[in-house]
């Protein structure tokens, strides 16, 4: 399984509970993350000097550092080292800039990644495809999940890059994006009403991006690995806060939201299981003896 990804943080945000998921259950599982996070926002204040914008601008470097340690949080404890999911940086690391927030200034630096010519990415991507060889590749919807541009960007290559790797492998590969379904969310957001973290709030109406529930063709059940998902979460700690409940997280920005107990996903291109409702295995049809 390979999925794509932005910045440290998405990879556990959107699919952490699959990734520990199939890397407890001995597939091969690999991340792309596309550039270092080097615009964020920090929480708290202890690593606070080190944003881009009036700071040291060392933040993409201590992201790389966060991320280590959740991809570490994300594999099986007693996995040998060769067995631990490491980061893997799209063109190595601090090729591609964190473009920022759509509207950034910080989408105009030179290395920012929605100033690289598309073909570059791609053909970067591509390569990973081919020399991974994956049954599963998971990206992001069109929208970027929340319309972050790295995000688009991200959808972008992803569905450029895998016909040009197909072709090479000759192989068929399950496609889906990940998405957080409409009733998993409320779900959640009505069992947290009640234990707000001080200086929190909840979302408001329509505010967190949701999938609608028909739309959606896979559903991962991650409650085994659940205490992994929220480790890797808290590792973030410049961009999340994981509440003392420990099943929702803030960002930056204090919204609460649900460390959902399922991950969703769509299946947009590779070949069907046939499966009757929502696959609840993202290897389903496929001869490989993962998913349960
Ligand atoms: C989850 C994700 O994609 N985070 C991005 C995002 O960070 C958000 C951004 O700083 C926003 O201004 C805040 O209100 C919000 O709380 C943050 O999560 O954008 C950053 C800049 O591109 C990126 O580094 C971060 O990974
Ligand atoms: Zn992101």
Not at 6 to 16: C, K, S
Not at 170 to 181: A, H, L, M, P, Q
Not at 274 to 287: I, K, M, P, T, Y
């Amino acid at each position: 399984m390979l999925l794509v990804h932005a910045h440290p943080d998405d990879e556990t945000i959107m699919t952490g509970g699959t990734i520990a998921r199939y890397l407890a259950e001995g597939a091969q599982v690999a991340v792309v993350t596309f550039t270092l996070g080097e615009e964020g926002e920090v929480i708290g204040d202890r690593w606070a000097q080190l944003v881009a914008d009036g700071g040291a601008d060392q933040l993409g470097g201590f992201r790389i550092f966060e991320l280590t340690t959740a991809l570490a949080a994300l594999s099986p404890p007693d996995a040998s080292a060769e067995r631990v999911l490491r980061p893997r940086f799209l063109g190595g690391a601090g090729h591609f800039r964190d473009s920022g927030m759509a509207g950034s200034p910080s989408a105009r630096h030179p290395r920012a990644l929605v100033q690289a010519p598309l073909d570059a990415p791609v053909a970067l991507l591509a390569d990973i495809i081919t020399e991974f060889a994956p049954q599963v590749v998971v990206t992001y919807d069109p929208a970027g999940t929340y319309g972050h541009p790295d995000h688009v960007r991200v959808h972008e290559v992803t569905a450029a890059a895998l016909p040009i790797a197909r072709g090479r492998l000759g192989t068929d590969i399950k496609v889906y994006e990940s998405v957080t379904g409409q009733s998993a969310l409320e779900s959640g957001l009505r069992a947290a009403a009640g234990r707000v973290p001080s200086g929190w709030r909840m979302p408001h109406e329509g505010e967190l991006p949701r999938c609608p529930d028909d739309v959606i063709t896979a559903e991962v059940d991650v409650r085994g690995v659940y205490a992994r998902k929220v480790a890797a979460l808290a590792a973030h700690a410049t961009q999340v806060t994981v509440a003392p409940s420990g099943t929702e997280y803030a960002l930056s920005n204090n919204i609460l939201t649900p460390i959902s107990e399922v991950e969703h996903f769509v299946q947009v291109d590779g070949p069907r299981s046939g499966a009757v409702g929502r696959e609840s295995d993202l290897f389903a049809g496929l001869d490989c003896g993962y998913g349960g």
